[in-house]
């Protein structure tokens, strides 16, 4: 941003939806530059304009025709412009020497795209020249948009859109701002990757700045909207699509907050009314609900957030999921609609739309993080059977998944929400049963050893097969990226770590990494964070090979990864404390993981740890020196279901 536009922000006005400027403020009194040399009253008589100025005149306000500038601009701080024409120029977007019609430069300046954005109000006109000037058919993102992402996350009703859209007349004379904002977020979502070879590029796409500038001043300077929140989740979307996840949890956080302002309920469940029909502006307010509950647990998706608190309140059992559900009717070979009010704790064997199984994994997701406080407080370490009950409904929603669906991509979000679930349950157990104070557990006779290694192979394979259904599920590679949720990267990505750290434990385990990163590499055109994803697991490789003794880097979910010490004199893997500490056998002079930080109880707690023989066959590739270093990755996830007398398929 240049210092002309930090300068401007620094003193910004009120807009004209402010309720009050206090009068002999700093805004009352700050002129136009075009009434920088106004008289008083004493030194000249007033004049007046032949007509109204610009501003008064797009807003519908009444103008005093003042010189140098009317009062209501010399009010609200802005220029004040006589010599103007009812229909302004075209607006284009600078991309340095590129024409508006082509493909983001991302070499380009960003702050130079529009002059106009250094003002506070922006016109509906204004915002739909951001698409006209790059020649984008609105409409075709729109339809994409509904299609695609709304089928999972329904940020927007549809018939609620349909009816603004008709009266805001947007292509002839549009006149609202907000919907017209609404309009860009949901193109934002459609753009493909510019620059597949850059983690950032995105980010840096003068549509996404420009929008979340024009969002952040609306929710600042006019009453709180649902529109608002909309464009929040829409550009928190994007955000995390495009690998900026802190970003993300800051906007979405900015949106849940204006939903709390209006109050947003998921509604309550009445078994008398379970057929009633839906009013479609109160459905879309269950809705965000709804949405804003999702995204809650999607942008703690990583280590930068998953510490951060959750921002919405759990549902209650007698809440009310979404009333409409979107399911496909083979006789017809279409979707329909169904109007059908479920609380939350209908079993996951009913039949429900997309929206709602993304709904029902986080609730699940939202119990497995209050499962890991309360185990996190508890001096006895967890059991596996602590959470057998939650383990055995995400499966079930998995299976349901599986059996009942009748399309891959409408389903990526929940099958990455219910891994996020696994993660947490097995990692958290996998530390205190190998915690330094607690008894050696062989992981081949335990039986709760068993399990957790048994459901690590479980979501592995569960995520292989989710990649590889996606991309046999459409005709063209197009169709899948354009089917993809922007959560399913960094799932895969956790389970390119599974099949690199665990490689002696699966079969063709290098074979496996090939495909799910060649699956990583083909959505890099689609969403931003492939590439930020892939070049985290290249540092971590090269870092391996370069005999680093520890990387610290997140896992999924925001997970941390320990790592195992071999004393080859005690034949144990000692756990990262130990190796610190010189328990158990040789003592080392540093440390082999993470930093300064990593010392403190609350840190330790969630470091991954193992003791394993080190004849045990899983160990059968490990190094030849001394001692060796072998990160320890958390999880990931399954689509196929089987069952075995351990819960779990056997490994």
Known sequence: MSSRQLQRLAVTPPSEDSDNVVPGS????????SSSNHQSPAEAAPQRAHRACEKCTRTKKKCDKGLPACSRCTRLATNCCYDFVVNPPSLTIVDHGV??????????????????????DFT??????????????????????????????????????????????????????????????????????????????????PLYQSAKRIWILRKAFSKAKIEHIQAGVLISLYELGHGNISRCYQTFGEAAAIGKVLYLKPGKYVKEEEDLPADPE??????????????????????????????????????????????????????????????????????????????????????????????????????????????????????????????????????????????????????SANHPDAPARDPETDMEMKKAVAGINFTIGLVIDGSRGIFNAYTNQDEV????????????????????????????????????????????????????????FDRVQAARSGGATMCRNPMFIG?????????????????????YTGEEGNVWSKRLIGDEA??????????????????????????????SVVDTPSFTKRLSVGYTDTGYDEP
């Open 26 to 33: 700093r805004y009352t009194n700050r002129q136009s530059p």
């Open 99 to 120: 024409a508006a019609q082509q493909p983001y430069n991302a070499a380009g300046d960003p702050g130079s795209a529009f002059e106009w954005l250094n003002q506070v």
């Open 124 to 205: 509906a006109s204004q915002i739909m020249q951001l698409l006209t000037s790059r020649g984008v058919d609105w409409k075709a993102s729109v339809t994409m948009y509904f299609g695609t992402i709304n089928t999972w996350l329904a940020v927007i009703h549809p018939e609620v859109w349909e009816r603004r859209v008709a009266a805001a007349q947007l292509e002839t004379n549009p006149d609202d701002v907000d919907l017209a904002l609404m309009v860009l977020c949901i193109h934002l979502l459609t753009i493909w990757n510019c620059d597949e070879f850059s983690p950032t590029a995105m980010l840096e796409h």
């Open 282 to 431: 109160e459905e879309q307010k269950r809705a965000l609900w709804w949405v804003l509950v999702i995204m809650d647990k999607i942008s703690h998706e990583q280590s930068a957030t998953l510490w951060t608190p959750l921002q919405m309140d759990m549902p209650a059992e007698d809440d009310l999921l979404p009333t409409e559900h979107h399911l496909w009717d083979t006789e017809q070979n279409k979707t329909v609609k169904m109007v059908k009010r479920y609380p939350v704790t209908i079993p996951a064997s009913v039949r429900v739309g997309a929206f709602q199984r993304s709904c029902q994994a986080a609730i699940l997701l939202g119990y497995a993080c209050h499962w890991e406080v309360a185990s996190a407080e508890q001096e006895e370490p967890p059991s596996v059977y602590s959470f057998v009950q939650l383990e055995t409904a995400t499966r079930n929603l998995c299976e349901a998944l599986i059996t009942r669906s009748e399309t891959w991509g409408e389903n990526l979000n929940t099958y990455a929400l219910c891994a996020s679930l696994f993660c947490l349950l097995f990692y958290s157990f996998m530390y």
């Open 481 to 536: 990226l354009e089917h993809c949720a922007p959560v399913w990267p960094y799932a895969q990505y956790h389970t390119m770590q599974l099949l690199f750290h665990y490689e002696a434990l699966l079969e063709d385990g290098q074979g496996q990494l090939a495909e799910v990163r060649q699956s990583v590499e083909n959505t890099a055109k689609r969403w931003g964070c492939c590439r930020w994803l892939l070049e985290e």
């Open 559 to 579: 997970l941390q990864r320990s790592a195992l010490a071999f004393d080859h004199g005690h034949k144990t893997a000692l756990t990262p404390l130990q190796a």
């Open 598 to 627: 990593d010392k403190d109880e609350a840190s330790r707690r969630r470091l991954l740890t193992w003791q394993l023989p080190l004849d045990d066959p899983c160990w059968s590739q490990a190094s030849s020196h001394d001692w």
